[in-house]
T-cell receptor, first 111, second 113 residues
Framework: RKEVEQDPGPFNVPEGATVAFNCTYSNSASQSFFWYRQDCRKEPKLLMSVYSSGNEDGRFTAQLNRASQYISLLIRDSKLSDSATYLCVVNNRGNTGKLIFGQGTTLQVKP | DAGVTQSPTHLIKTRGQQVTLRCSPKSGHDTVSWYQQALGQGPQFIFQYYEEEERQRGNFPDRFSGHQFPNYSSELNVNALLLGDSALYLC????????????FGSGTRLTVV
C-alpha cells in the first residue's frame, strides 16, 4: 500500500466549476500536511499547508481529518490557470524529515 | 533572491555510465534533499544532507550517492545507469529546524538510452 494515495484523475471541469480532490495517508504519526501544485514539466510548488482546523486561501480550501487520515482540497470558481497536477504531501518529522508525495491528481479546466 | 539552482537542466546518458547532478540551495538554507520523479508519478525521496552528512535515505540502491559541501551545495551521483533511472531529479532546500518549508529547484531531466 502506498503511504499517500490519490486518485490520479484526470478531472476535466468547465471554468467556474467547483472541484474537490481527496487523499489518504497511512502513517498515523504524520505531522505536517501540504498540497503542492506542479505544472507540466516544472518543479512542485507549495500551494498551501493543511491544518486540522481547516484553512482557506482565496478560492482554495484544505481540510484534514486525522481520525480518518484523510486530506482534501476544494477549488471554487475554477480558472483555466488552475489546470495542473495537485500533489498531496505528508511530512513525518518536521523539517528533518522527508516529504512523502502522492501520485498527484491532474486537473484540466476547460473554457 | 536566488532560489534553488540545479545543473544541468537536461542530460542524456547511456546505460552503464555514471552521472553527477548539482544543486545550489536557496540563500540561507542549510539542508538539501534529493527526489526522483518518474513520468506520471509523484516525487520519491532519495536522501537528505545536513552538515555534510547523509541524514536520511529513501529506498534507493547504493548506486545512488551524494555529497554536501561546506557551502551547503550538493551533488547527486548515480553509477551504472539503468533505463529505469530516466526521470526528473529534483533538489529541495530547507532550513533545519521546525517547518520552515522546502524550496524546489526546477530539476534535471535525465534520459538514459
Amino acid at each position: 500500500r502506498k503511504e499517500v494515495e490519490q486518485d490520479p484523475g484526470p478531472f476535466n471541469v468547465p471554468e467556474g466549476a467547483t472541484v474537490a480532490f481527496n487523499c489518504t495517508y497511512s502513517n498515523s504519526a504524520s505531522q505536517s500536511f501540504f498540497w503542492y501544485r506542479q505544472d507540466c514539466r516544472k518543479e512542485p510548488k507549495l500551494l498551501m499547508s493543511v491544518y486540522s482546523s481547516g484553512n482557506e486561501d482565496g478560492r482554495f480550501t484544505a481540510q484534514l481529518n486525522r481520525a480518518s487520515q484523510y486530506i482534501s482540497l476544494l477549488i471554487r470558481d475554477s480558472k483555466l490557470s488552475d489546470s495542473a497536477t495537485y500533489l498531496c504531501v505528508v511530512n513525518n518529522r518536521g523539517n528533518t524529515g522527508k516529504l512523502i508525495f502522492g501520485q498527484g491528481t491532474t486537473l484540466q479546466v476547460k473554457p | 533572491d536566488a532560489g534553488v539552482t540545479q545543473s544541468p537542466t537536461h542530460l542524456i546518458k547511456t546505460r552503464g555510465q555514471q552521472v553527477t547532478l548539482r544543486c545550489s540551495p536557496k540563500s540561507g538554507h542549510d539542508t538539501v534533499s534529493w527526489y526522483q520523479q518518474a513520468l506520471g508519478q509523484g516525487p520519491q525521496f532519495i536522501f537528505q544532507y545536513y552538515e555534510e552528512e547523509e541524514r536520511q535515505r529513501g529506498n534507493f540502491p547504493d548506486r545512488f550517492s551524494g555529497h554536501q559541501f561546506p557551502n551547503y551545495s550538493s551533488e547527486l551521483n548515480v553509477n551504472a545507469l539503468l533505463l529505469g533511472d530516466s526521470a526528473l531529479y529534483l533538489c529541495a532546500s530547507s532550513l533545519n529546524g521546525p517547518d520552515y518549508g522546502y524550496t524546489f529547484g526546477s530539476g534535471t531531466r535525465l534520459t538514459v538510452v
